[in-house]
């Protein structure tokens, strides 16, 4: 069976920080993978997606950065954090041809 | 580009009896497909029902169903015999098959409250 996870669970950042986020998969290959944010009455927004090794779209111009070094590896980062960052980061692969998300357990950050 | 509308930030209903969540889209596509999804108090989301524009059939999912409303842009969530496990926030989504990327555009979700 798949499973997805990320870490950290929470994490109290500076101002100023950097940020890695971690996001990885198990039991499938080559899946699409997502960085969603979800902001307070805001719902979710897709921040990145990747179809593959190497291949990342930005969906929002901001402070955030992705990366894919592995097929089933997925890493959101930042090099200097704003408060506007803070938020709850959802990541997530997808079975492409159903549109099925599945989600990890989220990452709680607070930037200070 | 498209947008997907949920116009309704909380609601509560009482255990076993029936609700329904709003959720209206937008958009110039004719092949789509929408869903809802269930987020619990701190615990991982999960999609609850899935819709595809071309059906005309309402999707059904055991106590939940949909009302689909193609030309007015309409996908409700309706709940029977409502459960206190059914407390969570509800998010309604909308992806284009045609784009091969497996987006999902979110609505801003509902926060159902299930009252014992």
């Known amino acids: 069976s798949q499973t997805i996870h990320q870490w950290p669970a929470t994490l109290v950042q500076p101002v100023g920080s950097p940020l890695s986020l971690e996001c990885t998969v198990e039991?499938?290959?080559?899946?699409?993978l997502y960085w969603y944010r979800q902001a307070a009455g805001r719902g979710l927004q897709l921040l990145f997606y990747?179809?593959?090794?190497?291949?990342i779209s930005s969906e929002v111009p901001q402070n955030l950065s992705a990366s894919r070094p592995q097929d089933r590896q997925f890493i959101l980062s930042s090099k200097k954090l704003l408060l506007s960052d803070s938020g709850f980061y959802l990541c997530?692969?997808?079975?492409?041809?159903?549109?099925?998300?599945?989600f990890g357990e989220g990452s709680r950050l607070t930037v200070l | 580009a498209q947008t997907v509308t949920q116009s309704q930030p909380e609601m509560s209903v009482q255990e076993a009896e029936t609700v329904t969540l709003s959720c209206t889209y937008d958009t110039s596509e004719n092949n789509y497909y929408l869903f809802w999804y269930k987020q619990p108090p701190s615990r991982q989301m999960i999609l609850v029902i899935r819709q595809e524009a071309y059906k005309q059939q309402n999707a059904t999912e055991n106590r939940f169903s949909v009302n689909f409303q193609k030309a007015a842009k309409s996908f409700s969530l309706k709940i029977s015999d409502s459960q206190l496990g059914d407390t969570a926030m509800y998010f309604c989504a909308f992806m284009k098959p045609s784009s091969n990327t497996g987006k999902l555009i979110f609505g801003q979700g509902t926060t159902l409250q299930v009252k014992p």
């Open positions: 039991g499938t290959s080559n899946p699409n």
């Open positions: 997530a692969w997808s079975r492409i041809f159903t549109g099925e998300l599945f």
């Open positions: 990747s179809v593959g090794i190497g291949q």
